[in-house]
């Protein structure tokens, strides 16, 4: 198990492997996924599966997300997915992720504050086209959710 330093800097500690789920309706993309994230030191893959409910059925982990083509395509549930890009999608999860006020979050991810306010705008406009409305930060931590986006509460 790795090791790092404890918080009154003594000794090491060991440190909690950073724990994945990989999502994804290609078989074949996930095992291959899985086989290189096997040997990355500090990670560990915790399951593999389908679609966003099946990873929910995971244990632990953060769900990352694998796609043929098209990243923004439907899940392979029939759930209409909003195609995000890359910064909504760091803006989402940054935000449905934590309590913290947006200037927080904003000053984390390198923005300014106005500019995360309006990926937030665009975002939510996003998932009301798609027939998935999330006017609250409690709705869009759901909608995340439910997109394999970040992990559901344990």
Same mark, same amino acid.
């Given at each position: 198990m790795p090791v790092g %330093?404890?918080?009154h800097g003594g000794g090491r500690a060991p440190v909690e492997p950073f724990r994945v789920r990989i999502v994804g309706p290609d078989a074949a993309l996930r095992r291959r996924l899985a086989e290189l994230l096997?040997?990355?030191?500090?990670? @560990? !893959?915790?399951?593999?599966?389908?679609? %966003?409910?099946?990873?929910?059925?995971?244990?632990?982990?953060?769900?990352?997300g694998v796609a043929d083509g098209d990243p923004g395509s439907p899940a392979p #549930?029939? #759930?209409p997915t909003p195609?995000?890009?890359? +910064?909504? &999608?760091?803006?989402? !999860?940054a935000y449905?992720?934590?309590?913290?006020?947006i200037v927080v979050l904003a000053r984390q991810i390198?923005?300014? %504050? @106005?500019?995360? +306010?309006?990926?937030? &705008? &665009?975002i939510r406009a996003k998932y009301e086209k798609v027939g998935r409305p999330a006017? #609250? &930060?409690?709705?869009?931590?759901? +909608?995340?959710v439910e997109d394999g986006l970040v992990p559901p509460p344990s």
């Open positions: %330093p404890t918080a096997a040997d990355v030191a500090g990670i @560990e !893959v915790a399951g593999c599966a389908e679609g %966003p409910e099946s990873a929910l059925l995971l244990e632990g982990g953060v769900s990352v #549930t029939g #759930t195609q995000l890009a890359k +910064r909504q &999608r760091d803006v989402l !999860v449905t992720a934590s309590n913290d006020l390198g923005m300014t %504050p @106005e500019t995360f +306010r309006t990926h937030l &705008r &665009r006017p #609250t &930060r409690r709705d869009l931590y759901v +909608r995340a």
